[in-house]
């Protein structure tokens, strides 16, 4: 399947109207060939920043931080590290296998 056949089909707002059309339920004003590919442009070299940097929850961040710089149970006892990593497991906390290259 190529990229063209998963594309949406365009269809003029107003028959014989050449100034908008329509994709899907929204509508869209005509412009030039220029403006579409500076366009088409920005949203791959956005879409790319997004794979290679992917939105992250701040919030959790500062929670598995705290988490991880606190390994204290709450009678504040030091805590082993496999008691540690089940309580950071149990929090939701989870490890992606990655290859060393």
């Known amino acids: 399947m190529t990229l063209r056949n998963t594309l949406p089909e365009v269809t ?3 028959p014989g109207y050449s100034g ?3 994709i899907g339920e929204r509508q869209f004003g005509l412009n030039t ?4 590919d500076n366009s088409i442009r920005n949203l791959i070299a956005l879409r790319e920043y997004v794979v290679a940097h992917p939105p992250v929850d701040e919030a959790q961040v500062a929670a598995i931080a705290l988490t991880l710089t606190n390994p204290h149970t709450q009678q504040g006892e030091r805590e082993t590290s496999i ?5 950071l497991y149990t929090a939701g906390v989870r490890v992606t296998a990655t290859e060393d290259k």
């Open 20 to 22: 908008y059309v329509k």
């Open 83 to 87: 008691d540690y990593a089940r309580r």
């Open 12 to 14: 003029p707002e107003q």
């Open 33 to 36: 060939v220029e403006f579409y």
